[in-house]
């Protein structure tokens, strides 16, 4: 990893959060520096002795979890040093756009989990989902729902400032954003995300279930959610399962989060129906009895990991 010059409003943030914790919310535009920031500060806690838990928030740049995914860790106190995944929450799309909701849901349930139990700090990472009426609304209602003790507010002009502006924010502590810091494309963000998709899938297998046999969620999004709303007499719930299948098979290799009984995360797969009526295809290195419920999401793979497409509501 490239050597990052620490600017001095690094060292002072750095030197804040090894000496008093807190919690604290990093925000910025994509490649600005949030991550290595947060590397740098859990690396400081570890080396005090200290114990830091960290939200890792990009769902589409994530640097410990899989694209599409919202994963809390903690790092034991010395002698173990051990990192643990604390929870994991399923988007299932690779950017905030059409999913704020879920992706909200999911950093307050992840940051909850990461402050129960002993930690000295603990750090929120985010998107680099920042410009824009719908992206500004989104970061503060995380300021709003998460209140925490500080903001870490990273950018290179003026562009994150309309975050801030609104008042009723906590502390904003404004970080230069370093000149070494890779910027990447958009293909190349697009690639890294290839790559993560397809190391997951590499020891993959394909499986099937009948409608009934796993409960489907649709994690509140309104692509799906309009089919479990709609009228229907039948109590066994016929049309509404039709309705589902008929929007499902437009979508081969659905991303899906895998969940069990208590709706722990199991992993993830790519879900095809062939036609109305015939059996669920699972594509996922996780086994069929692992899991009962599957929770769909926003974006369609090929199984080498690319992304095909993402699901829209033409339809509607």
Not at 3 to 11: A, D, G, H
Not at 219 to 231: K, N, V, Y
Request: proline share 6%.
């Amino acid at each position: 990893m490239r050597q990052v010059e620490i600017p001095p409003s690094w060292s002072e943030a750095l030197e804040r959060i090894r000496s008093q914790g807190g919690f604290y919310l990093v925000l910025g535009a994509t490649d600005t520096g949030k991550t290595t920031f947060c590397r740098l500060a859990v690396d400081s806690l570890r080396e005090a002795g200290k114990i830091p838990s960290l939200v890792d928030g990009d769902i589409g740049q994530s640097q410990y979890g899989l694209p599409g995914t919202i994963f809390g860790l903690r790092w034991d106190a010395p002698p173990k040093r051990e990192r643990r995944t604390l929870t994991a929450f399923f988007v299932g799309a690779t950017s905030p756009r059409g999913a704020s909701l879920q992706c909200l849901a999911g950093i307050c349930r992840v940051t909850a989990a990461a402050r129960v139990g002993h930690t000295d700090a603990v750090l929120v990472d985010t998107t680099g989902y920042i410009r824009g009426p719908a992206a500004v609304a989104l970061k503060q209602a995380k300021i709003a729902a998460l209140q925490p003790d500080a903001l870490l507010l990273l950018q290179r002009g003026e562009e994150a400032e309309p975050i801030v502006s609104a008042g009723h924010v906590p502390q904003v502590i404004r970080l230069e954003c370093p000149r070494a810091v890779s910027v990447r494309t958009r293909e190349q963000r697009r690639e890294r995300r290839r790559a993560r998709f397809a190391a997951y899938f590499a020891n993959a297998a394909s499986h099937f279930f009948l409608w009934g046999e796993k409960q489907i969620w649709t994690g509140g999004l309104p692509h799906f959610e309009w089919c479990l709303q709609a009228e229907t007499q039948d109590p066994q719930g016929t049309v509404r399962v039709r309705l589902l299948e008929q929007v499902l098979v437009r979508y081969p290799g659905l991303l899906v989060g895998l969940r069990a009984e208590g709706g722990e995360l199991r992993g993830l797969g790519l879900l095809t129906i062939a036609e109305p009526g015939a059996p669920v295809e699972v594509f996922s290195p996780v086994a069929p009895g692992d899991y009962s419920a599957v929770q769909l999401g926003l974006i369609t793979l090929d199984r080498s990991g690319e992304e095909r497409g993402r699901v829209d509501d033409t339809y509607e």
